[in-house]
């Protein structure tokens, strides 16, 4: 394979033709996720999760028999629950987004011929890479021959594929 790298150019046509080197998240808006909690969302609104939808039974049930006392209170703690539920999943995905930041994995890359650090969400198709002990592979990638090292042989930790 090519061992020269990409210049800057080539890189830059490359980004706009593929994209950044990250996978595509689904953002949910806030109306989204809240209405997941009340309906208990399970394959994308067409069924809901047991639990929400038993209360939803119940509550039908008591407006249904004119109960509106039971029909208030199961409304409420159904409502409180899942209140309570989007603000623990809002703060948990608040943490996972500032952890994601701060471990936003960098790559070492020939650009230009010259050996530079950028973020892995730069690299493109066609990027040489140097990989050291430890270090997380940050893209699909083939291994090239170590023309200082022929013959030798490396070892990769898959346990996190």
Known sequence: GNTDGLTTAEASIRQATYGFNEFKEIKVGVLGRLWKQ?????YHGLIPKPIPFMMWIA?????????????????????????????????AGNAVAALKAALAPKARVKRDGTWVNLPARELVPGDVLMLKIGDIVPADCQLLED???????CDLDQSGL
């Open 38 to 42: 009340f309906w208990g969302d399970k």
């Open 59 to 91: 509550i039908f049930v008591s407006l249904g028999t004119g109960d509106f006392a039971d029909f208030a209170v199961i409304l409420g703690l159904h409502s409180l629950n899942c209140l309570m539920a989007f603000y623990e999943e809002t703060k």
């Open 147 to 153: 023309p200082q090292a022929p013959g030798s042989s």
